[in-house]
């Protein structure tokens, strides 16, 4: 069965992309634009993992994965940065991300996170 996952990012031409790209390695996967939007997702559909921009606007990462820890303290959280401080990403572990992965991410070690979430939900 292939893994279910939900990408977060507000930069639409990236979502796309990523969608694309993990759809072809077999991964069922939807898109939200929004935090807020993400959360009312998980809400009524089940992810293996959610992979989240950690710098978006109204509501940043952080904050959306303290609400996602709170309503589905079991979902992996797998964030995306581009430049934040390694203190920020071992906060966001804190909190309880599942991993913290430099953007532009390397596809590989993603779709290897994927499949380790997939495993810890079986």
């Known amino acids: 069965m292939p893994a279910k996952v939900l990408i977060v990012d507000d930069e639409r031409d990236f979502l796309d992309i990523m969608a694309e790209r993990l759809g072809a390695r077999n991964m069922e996967v ?3 634009t929004s935090a807020e939007d993400a959360l ?3 809400m009524t559909e089940s992810y293996d993992a959610v992979i989240m921009d950690l710098m978006m ?4 990462g952080f904050k ?6 709170m309503t589905r303290p079991d979902l992996p959280i ?6 934040v401080p390694k203190e920020k990403c071992i906060e966001a572990i804190t909190i309880g991300a599942m991993d913290v992965i430099e953007k532009p991410a390397d ?5 290897q996170k ?3 979430a997939k495993a810890r939900n079986a």
């Open 30 to 32: 939807s898109t939200a």
């Open 107 to 111: 596809l590989n070690l993603l779709t």
């Open 40 to 42: 009312e997702m998980v």
């Open 57 to 60: 606007p109204e509501m940043d």
């Open 78 to 83: 797998i964030l995306l940065t581009a430049n």
């Open 64 to 69: 959306a994965l303290k609400r996602f820890k």
């Open 114 to 116: 994927i499949e380790e």
